[in-house]
């Protein structure tokens, strides 16, 4: 239960909503993240990229490789960073990616590690599944996998993993705790965690908290930055760094939108634009 939500209840409405966005189509829009629902800026019908919508893939992006990819692939990237500039993969590793959705951080990843290089994409969304699948395939990236399965339980052998991604999906969890002791669990010793997210400064109101909506729109779930760090701690990582990334006032915007359902009585306006913004976070698994 988390905020008067119950677990089950978050995983089934955020299964809903990613499930529309990899039927429907999304765009990043004018660097949107994680998208609201129902923002038909961000999650508008799939088609040629405008110039505004690919100037979003390259805020969101440092490496310019982001513009190799078709749109098949930029058009479904719902991330809030660049976790594979953040990385510094090497060629030959062993790459997952926590919540891969249609695949984006994948196929970077994948010609980062080159072809004696392997990279697992796990995504909870059956229909996200199917289209990173469909990416995989237009892309001829044989080195990419996509499995099926929840980041708590992840379907990973121990102490396989060179690296982990994640691009704004750990917020979505209702059990944050297990997914910390499930990375740990799969990497190497010595292993690197590179996760691009939602985190929050101070507590958010309670109204907005348990609103499912703000939740799968990557808002209520986000955990505060010392609480990110903490359970890093607390499932054994090392050497734990958390930097804010500046974020562009529209995307916050839309975020501030998608509480429109919420009394927001207690959160100034000026005060979501402080309390709430994407990081980059590493960890180490000791050696
Ligand atoms: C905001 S999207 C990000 C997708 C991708 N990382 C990107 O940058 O485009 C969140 C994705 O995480 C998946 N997801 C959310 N919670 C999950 C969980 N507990 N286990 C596995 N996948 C999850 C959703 O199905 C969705 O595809």
């Keep these: 239960m988390k905020n008067g939500l119950e677990d089950g209840s978050i995983r089934s409405y955020v299964r809903r909503r990613y499930e529309k966005a990899a039927l429907q189509g999304v765009v990043i829009a004018e660097g949107a993240g994680c998208c609201a629902p129902g923002q038909s800026s961000c999650c508008g019908s799939s088609g040629d990229l405008t110039p505004e919508q690919l100037a979003g893939v390259k805020q969101l992006y440092e490496t310019p490789d982001v513009l190799e990819l078709p749109k098949e692939v930029t058009e479904i990237a719902l991330g809030c960073g660049d976790p594979v500039t953040l990385a510094s993969l090497q060629l030959g590793q062993t790459v997952l990616d926590l919540g891969s959705g249609g695949g984006i951080d994948c196929f970077l990843a994948a010609k980062r590690v080159g072809p004696g290089g392997v990279v697992i994409g796990v995504d909870m969304t059956p229909a996200m599944i199917d289209r990173a699948r469909a990416n995989r395939e237009k892309l001829g990236a044989e080195n990419v996998t996509f499995r099926l399965g929840e980041i708590e339980h992840l379907p990973v052998a121990d102490g396989t993993v060179d690296v982990i991604l994640s691009n704004c999906v750990i917020n979505l969890s209702p059990d944050k705790p297990q997914v910390f002791r499930e990375a740990f669990r799969v990497l190497k010793?010595?292993?690197?965690?590179?996760?691009?997210?939602?985190?929050?400064?101070?507590?958010?109101?309670?109204?907005?908290?348990?609103n499912l909506a703000a939740w799968a729109g990557c808002v209520s779930g986000a955990l505060e930055e010392r609480e990110f760090v903490t359970l890093l701690e607390e499932a054994g990582f090392v050497e734990i760094t958390l930097a804010p990334v500046a974020l562009p006032r529209e995307v916050i915007d839309e975020a501030v939108e998608q509480l429109e359902e919420v009394?927001?009585?207690?959160?100034?306006?000026?005060?979501?634009?402080?309390?709430?913004?994407?990081?980059?976070?590493?960890?180490?698994?000791?050696?």
């Design 189 to 210: 010793p010595g292993g690197k965690l590179a996760v691009s997210d939602i985190v929050t400064r101070g507590p958010l109101p309670d109204a907005v908290k348990a």
């Design 263 to 287: 009394d927001r009585s207690g959160l100034p306006e000026e005060d979501v634009y402080q309390a709430v913004f994407s990081a980059k976070v590493t960890a180490l698994k000791p050696a």
